[in-house]
């Protein structure tokens, strides 16, 4: 490998390799493969392989909370005239849902949110489809330009196939692949690439299109910079919810079994060692004695409760640092709806609608590129749309869509702001067509029986 393209590998693995324990980390707690807290290592010992499978994951709720608000409906061609907009992003739309795109699109986003990083690279297949490819945040790295701040000045992608590690580069004029001399058997990304060689497959790739294929999300971070996992300040919170969870558990194990305590009484001594013999508590067993000084208690058990306000504490704490609506993670309590469902949600709302800003831009990008690539280029700037996201009841929901309506906007956007997709408005339109149709016919036998 040449000495530019080798500097920009080891560039590549060293950025990655740092990266790589927080994707591992945030990627285990979304999942639920959480750390064991406990007190003591004699609770470590004595629980640990009882508890080793449990967590109570708050890390989910707290991803998929946000995932759920970024559903895109569509796209705008804005260089189209107005009347023409809708007709002019059907391109859009059918390359969009050929490459499985309203699946695979809110995958990209649920990872960027987990992981703090996501990219697509958009290439051309061997029979010359634009194919829209998400990739793993581990096997990417971008260099962004400094004079033009957010935009990809080249990119690299480091993986591992049949036993060989391979490298991409990605440039605005072509993509170069090299490959591994030898085989190896570690995951670690290698350090030294001079030894790579060009693939015998087309190692040099031209680019005609003048952009670098590769398209990055970012998760809450600053132009140019790496994201952050959307649950990063749940963790600790959600390790001490586990630890309080198991305290619990031991709690329960301890006093589960009132102890009793006994005075007065002589205990007995093992005939075999002559050593005192200890009064083992049991459901089945009493305690009796001769002596009638004797005394027999039972100690006061352990409230639990107490724990459980605790947890509860840590569960509205992770609510307040992450802006996920307390509804989302506490079990307690009546479910808002109505104003105080829209206050409840305000944080969560403006969360996704920054989302929607700073993915939006990208998702255009990477369609636009694709149409060029299928030479149905738009007309102008293409501007992605989104399903609201805030909660709505579906009476107030047609309330203002009836508000709308009266001023003049389409049913199609309608539509779209009430989360429909375009296969669907189209499929309703459609459905109209054919009811109106019917009517009209049946309209027309009428007045035929009629003149008859």
């Known amino acids: 490998m040449d000495q530019e393209n080798a500097g920009r590998a080891a560039w590549a693995a060293e950025r990655l390799a740092d990266r790589r324990p927080a994707y591992e980390i945030a990627l285990d707690y979304y999942e639920g493969r959480h750390r064991l807290m406990f007190a003591t290592e004699r609770f470590r010992t004595t629980f640990g392989r009882s508890f080793g499978e449990f967590q109570d994951n708050l890390c989910q709720p707290v991803v998929d909370a946000l995932a759920d608000r970024l559903q895109i409906t569509g796209f705008v061609d804005n260089g189209a005239p107005a009347e023409e907009q809708e007709d002019a992003a059907l391109p859009a739309l059918a390359l969009w849902r050929a490459n499985r795109m309203d699946v695979q699109a809110g995958a990209v986003m649920q990872d960027t949110l987990t992981l703090g990083d996501s990219y697509v690279i958009v290439w051309q297949d061997e029979q010359g489809f634009p194919r829209i490819v998400p990739q793993m945040a581990h096997r990417i790295a971008v260099r962004y330009s400094d004079e033009r701040p957010g935009e990809i000045e080249w990119a690299v992608k480091l993986w591992r196939q049949d036993k060989r590690w391979r490298v991409t580069v990605y440039e605005a004029d072509q993509l170069t692949r090299w490959i591994a001399p030898n085989e190896s058997s570690s995951f670690d990304l290698p350090t030294e690439y001079e030894d790579f060689q060009p693939l015998p497959e087309q190692p040099v790739v031209r680019n005609p299109w003048g952009v670098v294929p590769v398209f990055a999300f970012h998760n809450a971070a600053a132009v140019g910079r790496l994201g952050r996992p959307e649950h990063e300040q749940a963790i600790p919170l959600n390790d001490a919810l586990n630890k309080s969870v198991l305290d619990m558990f031991v709690g329960m194990e301890f006093v589960a079994l009132p102890q009793r305590w006994a005075t007065g009484v002589e205990q007995p001594t ?183």
Request: charged share 25%; aromatic share 6%; hydrophobic share 40%.
């Open 270 to 452: 093992d005939p075999v060692t002559g050593r005192p013999t200890e009064y083992t508590a049991a459901v089945e067993r009493w305690f009796t004695a001769p002596d009638t000084d004797a005394r027999f208690g039972q100690f006061e058990q352990a409230r639990l409760t107490e724990l459980v306000a605790v947890q509860d504490s840590f569960r509205a704490e992770i609510a307040r640092v992450t802006g996920t609506p307390p509804h989302y993670l506490l079990l307690g309590g009546d479910f808002p709806s109505g104003e105080a469902l829209k206050t409840a949600e305000s944080r969560l709302v403006k969360r996704a609608q920054d989302r929607q800003r700073l993915w939006g831009p990208v998702w255009s990008a990477c369609m636009t590129l694709a149409l060029r690539m299928a030479q149905t280029p738009p007309h102008g700037d293409l501007e992605t749309l989104w399903a609201s996201a805030e909660s709505r009841a579906e009476r107030d929901q047609a309330e203002t869509a009836a508000i709308k309506q009266a001023l003049g906007v389409s049913n199609a956007q309608l539509q779209r702001e009430m989360g429909y997709t375009q296969q669907q408005i189209d499929e309703m339109a459609a459905e109209r067509e054919e009811e109106q149709q019917r009517d009209a016919d049946a309209a027309a036998a009428a007045v035929a029986a009629g003149r008859a």
